[in-house]
């Protein structure tokens, strides 16, 4: 079991900054795989950006890549999205989630994380 807690959302105006964190407990946190997500009103939840077990590796979605960064501290059990120069539509909920079954294969489908957070609200104003 993985209980995963975010913070860090907010309101900002476009080209701001903001960082969530998400901070795990339960399975050891260095083993497996971790992700970021999220969801726009009326749309479908999609792939933001991944990262291996050590941060050795990590992957993004074309629409974030050279904006946003996916850290994690495994001494502090936690991963973070620094998200830069935000967009109107980065607006949505953004969800932390941990793919227990992989170390370093960083999947892009949501159906291969199998713990969830409960999500941070990002709205950017333009």
């Known amino acids: 079991q993985v209980q995963l807690v975010e913070s860090g959302g907010g309101l900002v105006q476009a080209g701001g900054s903001l960082r969530l964190s998400c901070a795990a407990s339960?399975?050891?946190?260095?083993?497996?795989?971790m992700g970021w997500f999220r969801q726009a009103p009326g749309k479908e939840r999609e792939f933001v950006a991944a990262?291996?077990?050590?941060?050795?590796?990590?992957y993004y979605a074309d629409s974030v890549k050279g904006r946003f960064a996916i850290s994690r501290d495994n001494a502090k059990n936690t991963v973070y999205l620094q998200m830069n120069s935000l967009k109107p539509e980065d607006t949505a909920v953004y969800y932390c989630?941990?793919?227990?079954?992989?170390?370093?294969?960083?999947?892009?489908?949501?159906?291969?994380?199998?713990?969830w957070g409960q999500g941070t609200q990002v709205t950017v104003s333009s």
């Open positions: 989630a941990a793919d227990i079954r992989s170390s370093y294969y960083l999947d892009t489908s949501d159906t291969s994380y199998l713990y």
């Open positions: 339960g399975r050891t946190f260095s083993s497996y795989a």
């Open positions: 990262i291996s077990w050590s941060g050795g590796s990590t």
